[in-house]
């Protein structure tokens, strides 16, 4: 089975300044999806960045980047200029695109609380 | 546009009752939906998944008599919680996509916050 693991609980962070969000996970399929998704304090889940595992170029949307390494099966995220509005918890998240039990599934980390100081 | 409406957003009932809770695409068919547990500060547990007019999977652990689910139509899920107790107090979260490919993206409802007195 797929796991997704954040060895951050919280972090924080300067306004305008830049953090990093870790996340590894494991897997032993070669093809799949990887996420971050954005849950403020409204509950609402909201995609961040999406990354293809097939795909060797980092993901980035706007100051909202990831840092992909297949191989050690990591998959940060960093937030650049951050602002008051990105304060959140961050989640991971796996989607296996190889067929099986697990295929579509969306599994996700334990999260990060993000802090953003004025 | 893919907008996915959840209702009610917040429910308090007694133990014992039965609690629907409605997931619906409003801008889309879906084909695939899914349903998420969530407890305070914790991360989303998926419960089961759902295709349009099959029966549910539900992942282990997951009492599929306590939680039933029903996907009638492309654009409705629904879960029933069964005989609430207030061990089930939690916030449900469903989300949705257009076909059960992998590629599909999800579309997350804004989730329904229930709790069993």
């Known amino acids: 089975a797929q796991t997704v693991t954040q060895s951050q609980p919280e972090m924080s962070v300067q306004e305008a300044e830049t953090v990093t969000l870790s996340c590894t996970y494991d897997?032993?399929?070669?093809?799949?999806?990887l996420f971050w998704y954005k849950q403020p304090p409204s509950r609402q889940m909201i995609l961040v960045i999406r990354?293809?595992?097939?795909?060797?170029q980092n993901a980035t949307e706007n100051r909202f980047s990831v840092n992909f390494q297949k191989a050690a099966k990591s998959f940060s995220l960093k937030i650049s200029d951050s602002q008051l509005g990105d304060a959140a918890m961050y989640f991971c998240a796996y989607r296996g695109n190889a067929g099986g039990t697990s295929y579509g599934k969306l599994t996700f980390g334990q999260g990060t609380i993000l802090t953003v100081h004025p | 546009g893919a907008v996915v409406s959840q209702h009610p957003s917040r429910v308090i009932c007694k133990s014992g009752t039965s609690v629907k809770i409605e997931c619906r695409s409003l801008d889309f068919q879906a084909t695939t939906m899914f349903w998420y547990r969530q407890f305070p500060k914790q991360s989303l547990m998926l419960m089961a998944t759902s295709n349009e007019g099959s029966k549910a999977t539900y992942e282990q652990g997951v009492e599929k008599d306590k939680f039933l689910i029903n996907h009638a139509s492309l654009t409705l899920s629904t879960l029933t919680v069964t005989s609430a107790h207030p061990e089930d107090s939690s916030f449900y979260i469903c989300?949705?996509?257009?076909?059960?490919?992998?590629?599909?993206?999800?579309?997350f409802g804004d989730g329904t916050r229930l709790s069993i007195l």
């Open positions: 897997t032993s399929e070669s093809d799949y999806y």
């Open positions: 989300s949705a996509q257009r076909t059960v490919q992998s590629n599909q993206p999800q579309h």
């Open positions: 990354q293809e595992a097939y795909k060797q």
